[in-house]
């Protein structure tokens, strides 16, 4: 067992690990529940948190110096899979050549994906959660305006769910 344990690690093996990075340890040492993930190909550091302890993490992550929601938006992973509510923040400052960057995910049950809206740390999350909402179903609590953008009123379905089915009297066709 213990020549086991003073053998070093393959090169390759190594490489796989993957480090927490600074907005994950930062996260960490000030005692905030979430997992970090793979960065994405640019470096970007992604981290997962569940929907109890989006509020606390993203007024933290404001606090931390992320000052501008650039992105958010949903992800289908798939039928019968989980949907992902994305938050990509940077901190933008006077003196940022390249701004730090940060990609929250909040991954949410198909049957009822519900998390708390992040309006009232980012104004830009206003017609972003109401895109969500109207493409992937989405319900963003506490958003002032949880309706509609794109699609009509009447629309049923969530057209950008990989599991979406056209309804037959919305058929371009029709329009004719």
């Keep these: 067992m213990a020549e086991e344990e003073s053998k ?3 090169a390759e093996k190594e490489e796989s690990l993957v480090q927490a990075g600074k907005v994950s340890q930062w996260l960490t040492e000030n005692g905030f529940d ?6 994405d190909k640019n470096g970007v550091e992604i981290i997962k948190v569940s929907a109890d302890f989006l509020l606390p993490t993203a007024t933290a992550l404001y606090a931390y110096g992320f000052n501008y929601l650039q992105c958010q938006g949903g992800i289908d992973l798939g039928p019968g899979q989980e949907l992902v509510s994305m938050y990509h923040l940077i901190k933008v400052g006077d003196n940022s050549d390249r701004p730090e960057e940060v990609r ?7 049957e009822n994906p519900v998390v708390p809206s992040v309006y009232w740390i980012w104004k830009t999350a206003d017609w972003q959660e109401r895109e969500s909402y109207d493409m ?3 319900i963003y609590e506490g958003h002032p305006n949880l309706k509609r953008l794109l699609m009509p009123e009447d629309w049923v379905g969530w057209p950008l769910r990989k599991d979406y089915i056209s309804p037959d009297f919305y058929e ?3 329009a004719y």
């Design 34 to 39: 979430h997992e970090f993930l793979a960065p």
């Design 136 to 138: 992937f179903g989405i």
């Design 8 to 10: 070093p690690v393959p």
């Design 172 to 174: 371009l066709q029709d």
């Design 104 to 110: 929250v995910k909040v991954f949410l049950p198909r």
